[in-house]
């Protein structure tokens, strides 16, 4: 599958502002938006303006952007955000944080949603005791998600589980031993 392969500071700066795509890094001064607080390119420091489509464009990409998602797959989660009762933006956010990378990322196994993506990918985690390595995979309520026994000696998922501390775990998320 494809996905995006830019450089994720410039998304940052695009959006002005800190969208932590890059993990521990944006916690320090070596973040872009610390050194340039500006939009990328050469008319990035002029004053923009912009219409009511391009604040809602704006946002659209800024969360695609944060969950690392493409436009046809953020398509079809919007499609059937819709189709739910309620509201659909609330509705497209819940199916956006039922990912499995972003579940990895929120249970603070990786330091950034890519590399809860890598985690995955590489099947390191497993869902209910069977590994699975597709990142897009719903997770739904009362799944257990761990890291499988062999991984957790993986140099970036024990850094990772020792700055949970600093992140914090959401409310909807029950972290165990």
């Known amino acids: 599958m494809a996905r995006n392969r830019d450089p994720q500071c410039r998304h940052c700066r695009r959006e002005n502002m800190k969208l932590f795509l890059k993990g521990e890094r944006c916690y320090t001064e070596k973040c872009a938006m610390e050194r340039r607080p500006y939009p990328p390119g050469q008319a ?6 912009f219409s009511e489509y391009g604040i809602q464009l704006r946002e659209k990409q800024k ?47 990786a330091a950034s949603r890519a590399e809860g993506r890598q985690l995955g990918r590489h099947g390191h985690i497993q869902v209910n005791g069977k590994r699975t390595n597709i990142p897009s995979f719903l997770v739904k309520p009362g799944m257990t998600i761990a890291v499988k026994e062999k991984s957790r000696t993986v140099g970036r998922v024990m850094e990772a589980v020792e700055n949970v501390e600093k992140r914090g775990v959401p409310t909807w998320l029950e972290l165990g031993s």
């Open 44 to 49: 990035g420091q002029g004053r923009h303006k």
């Open 63 to 109: 969360v695609r952007r944060i969950y690392g998602v493409l436009e046809r797959q953020f398509h079809h989660y919007y499609t059937e955000a819709s189709r739910e009762k309620g509201i659909t933006g609330e509705s497209l956010l819940r199916a956006l944080e039922r990912r499995l990378d972003n579940v990895v990322y929120r249970m603070g196994f």
